[in-house]
């Protein structure tokens, strides 16, 4: 832990930086929002997509799913830095009939239709479907996904099917090997965004009310943040924007998720009244309207505890070098009151 002389607090970069290519003032709307607000924002940008045909998929595959080298880029067979047990090409391995694995592929609706009575506009909606092997996509089925113990069965790139052992839901799910488990869970938070005013009506023991479950939005709120946003993401998000004329937010701006969802959510940011927060390659930076004594912690967006120190004045400078981007919640507790403010590094 290390302090400094209290230095005038220097002027702050925007913390919210775009990773794909969103057109200028796409999301001016949505800035400095959260919880609630920022998703009635970002689903009031990006309703009223245009709307594909079922027919109209497999061409789009080709511009948003294709891999450097031309084949199809799926998830459920693709290892990545390593050798995929088989390619398919576009047209000519696109199914009808299929007996096993490497046969064709067809459209994994990651949102599986059923959740949604295969309504549209949800049932060609592309950010949430991809081109998959049809023999791992029939295994996977209408599964929630989650985290399997004992699989059942595996695929030739380690998709696994069993008992869920994430805490809160014991039947059977599909868990998707680690490489794309963000990819999945930034088009959950889409669903979740895009159809907000519909989730209502849905089924899925993912979902609850208008929203995810709880094991769920914990479970994806983890997979978002082990598995980063990708160029494979941010060069189909801008393939998929010029199909259907809207984005995926949470692939442009990560940050957002945590932000709605989990620990960070409805917390207000730290240039609120009474406490200025900013967070930099050099720590965390507190300036006070009063000199306080209690602890401070630095959290990461999930709640895990980073680290736990001192303030015994108005102003502190410190918790060693921060070194992943992100979602921070820094929290002062003094006297029994408990204080805690959003910052992105």
Known sequence: MRFRTCLPVPLLLSACTS???????????????????????????????????????????????ARPDGYVWDIYSDIPGGTPPY??????????????????YNREHTFPKSWFNDAPPMD?????????????????GNLPYGEVG????????????????FPGYSGTVCEPIDAYKGDLART??????????????????????TDLAPWAEEMLLQWAQ??????????????????????????????WITAIWGPTAGIVDGQATGAFVYADESGVHVRLDRPVSGTITLS??????????????????????????????????????????????
């Open 19 to 65: 990773i794909g290519q969103p057109p200028p003032g796409y999301y001016d709307s949505a800035q400095g929002l959260s919880g609630q607000a920022l998703r009635q924002a970002l689903h009031d940008i990006i309703d009223g997509h245009t709307v594909q045909s079922n027919a109209s998929l497999w061409t789009a595959f080709q511009a948003a799913d």
């Open 87 to 104: 390619l398919f090409t576009f047209v000519t391995d696109q199914c009808g009939t299929y007996s096993g694995e490497g046969d064709c």
């Open 124 to 140: 060609t909606d592309l950010h949430h479907i991809f081109p998959t092997d049809a023999w791992v996509n029939q295994h996977r």
């Open 150 to 165: 004992s699989a059942d069965w595996t695929s030739q790139n380690g998709t696994r099917v069993g008992l869920n052992t």
């Open 188 to 209: 959950y938070f889409y669903m979740l965004t895009r159809y907000m005013d519909q989730i209502g009506s849905w089924s899925s023991p993912m979902l609850q009310g």
């Open 226 to 255: 082990d598995d980063p946003v990708s160029t494979k993401e941010q060069d189909r998000n801008n393939a998929v924007f010029a199909i259907q004329d809207n984005r995926n937010p949470y692939i442009d701006h990560p940050e």
């Open 300 to 345: 990461d967006a999930i709640g895990r505890t980073i680290w736990t120190g001192s303030i015994n004045s108005a102003c502190y400078d410190g918790g060693g070098t921060l070194q992943v981007p992100g979602v921070y919640l820094v929290t002062l507790h003094q006297r029994g009151a408990t204080l805690v403010r959003r910052v992105v590094f």
